[in-house]
Nanobody, 131 residues
Framework: QVQLVESGGGLVQAGGSLRLSCAASGRTFSSLAMGWFRQAPGKEREFVAAITRGGGSTYYADSVKGRFTISPPTISKDNAKNTVYLRMNSLKPEDTAVYYC???????????????????WGKGTLVTVSS
């Protein structure tokens, strides 16, 4: 079983930056592909960014490409937790949403951009961008 806990959300002005964190426990980084999705009020959850096992490849939604960066996990000294970061720059009001961390043990490639491609989900962290 994998546990995912997000943090780092908050209120920021348009043009500002935030860094979201996702702490994963229960599996080592090398066995997990991880991603971020978001859900704005009244809208469906959508893909934001993903990174493959080992951090070799990344994927981004067109709406965030060039502004958001998903980084390979850092591993705690006791190997108990892996933390993935999503750096968000040049934020826009339309980036306002609850951001969810997700992970999969089995899937890869373009499947990482699909909600159905992920097996584990965090509870989300709210990002609000004011104009």
């Amino acid at each position: 079983q994998v546990q995912l806990v997000e943090s780092g959300g908050g209120l920021v002005q348009a043009g500002g930056s935030l860094r979201l964190s996702c702490a994963a426990s229960g599996r080592t980084f090398s066995s997990l592909a991880m991603g971020w999705f978001r859900q704005a009020p009244g809208k469906e959850r959508e893909f934001v960014a993903a990174i493959t096992r080992g951090g070799g490849s990344t994927y981004y939604a067109d709406s965030v490409k060039g502004r958001f960066t998903i980084s390979p996990p850092t591993i705690s000294k006791d190997n108990a937790k892996n933390t993935v970061y999503l750096r968000m720059n040049s934020l826009k009001p339309e980036d306002t949403a609850v951001y969810y961390c997700a992970a999969t043990v089995w899937r890869s490639g373009s499947r990482l951009m699909e909600m159905g491609g992920m097996d584990y989900w965090g509870k989300g962290t709210l990002v609000t961008v004011s104009s």
